[in-house]
């Protein structure tokens, strides 16, 4: 006898009173990659929305070594002690590739992991970047839902993943180090062109006057690249994830961004662009895979495969075979025609 269906209900009712378990269960439902469950938990998400959309959407990515779940757990420390509930969520392309996840994470930020008004998602594993990003974008609304007026979603590593974790937030945060050039810390210019502020971390000690050298540096920088807004010019701050230092600063920083770009129009108008991006990315994320799930394709993939591999069929022609076949069957190519 099969198992009877969740109750939709309960998932929606325990995350929108904050029932940790609950939303627990209810981002379990979002990542689970069975049909029936992904169904449910459209449905969920769709129900969610009238609750979301009111919290502080914060992207926090530095490379390793820089002190970030350090720096992320002091951050997140400071914002529940001023009332605030914090859900830190990651975006991991390791994850994706190895279908791991980042456990390690909860480890990591011993003191935040036991906050009644802290929530910690490691990301969810297995399928692409995309499909990581996805989950991570659901489950950002799930916690909303359930009263987290701050989410800081974490990439852990220095890449793709930066600009996917832009395109789901308000702020964006880089952290830098003192006393390391660009090449060594291997931040590339893309990434500093979608920092809305760089933090210099680990400031304390003997390394202050290097992080204030670095400031300089990274603010000259910083003047050469077009603004991401121009109603906003990205500050760089010194920081220290240890002792704390800057906390207040990057807080007070974060809320005169979001006035800045309210007052301007652009906080709107960012949060639809980012709605329909998301939109379009899902339509062609759905694609591939109902592409790739044709009978057809799958039958004859392996062969045309092998004659790309062996040389004797261009990769243009090939794939102009496999998309012929959906034309042929459904009528829905056309542009060879």
Excluded at 100 to 115: F, N, V, Y
Excluded at 131 to 160: H, N, S, Y
Excluded at 259 to 273: L, N, P
Aim: net charge negative; with cysteine.
């Amino acid at each position: 006898m099969a198992p009877p269906e969740p109750d939709i209900d309960l998932f929606i009712e325990g995350t929108l009173t904050g029932d940790r378990r609950m939303l627990a269960k209810t981002i379990t439902l979002i990542e689970s990659a069975l049909p029936a469950h992904k169904q449910m938990a459209r449905t969920i998400v769709d129900r969610l929305m009238a609750e979301t959309g009111r919290a502080v959407r914060l992207g926090i990515t530095g490379v390793p070594g820089v002190g970030k779940s350090t720096f992320i757990e002091s951050f997140g420390m400071f914002l529940v002690e001023q009332g605030h509930k914090v859900a830190v969520l990651a975006v991991d392309p390791s994850s994706a590739r190895s279908g791991g996840s980042i456990l390690a994470d909860k480890t990591r930020m011993e003191r935040l992991c036991t906050q009644e008004n802290a929530f910690i998602r490691p990301s969810p594993s297995g399928g692409t970047l995309g499909g990581v990003a996805r989950k991570t974008r659901e489950t950002m609304l799930a916690c909303e839902a359930a009263g987290f007026d701050v989410i800081i979603v974490e990439t852990v590593g220095v890449g793709q993943s930066e600009t996917t974790v832009a395109s789901m937030v308000d702020f964006f945060l880089v952290l830098m180090l003192a006393g390391a050039g660009d090449e060594l810390q291997g931040i590339k210019k893309g990434v500093l062109e979608l920092a809305d502020a760089i933090a210099i971390n680990k400031a304390d000690g003997d390394n202050v006057e290097k992080a204030k050298r670095a400031r300089k540096e990274y603010e000259n920088a910083l003047h050469l690249l077009n603004p991401v807004s121009p109603s906003w010019s990205p500050p760089v701050h010194l920081v220290s994830g240890l002792e704390g230092g800057g906390l207040e600063t990057i807080w007070e920083m974060v809320g005169d961004h979001r006035r800045a770009m309210t007052a301007s129009g652009e906080f709107e108008a960012k949060r639809r662009g980012q709605a329909l991006a998301w939109m379009e990315e899902l339509v062609q994320e759905g694609l591939r895979t109902w592409f790739y799930g044709h009978v057809d394709v799958k039958d004859r993939l392996p062969r045309l495969t092998g004659e790309v591999e062996a040389g004797t069929l261009s990769p243009a022609n090939a794939a102009h075979r496999l998309l012929e076949i959906l034309g042929t069957k459904g009528k829905l190519i056309r542009n060879e025609e």
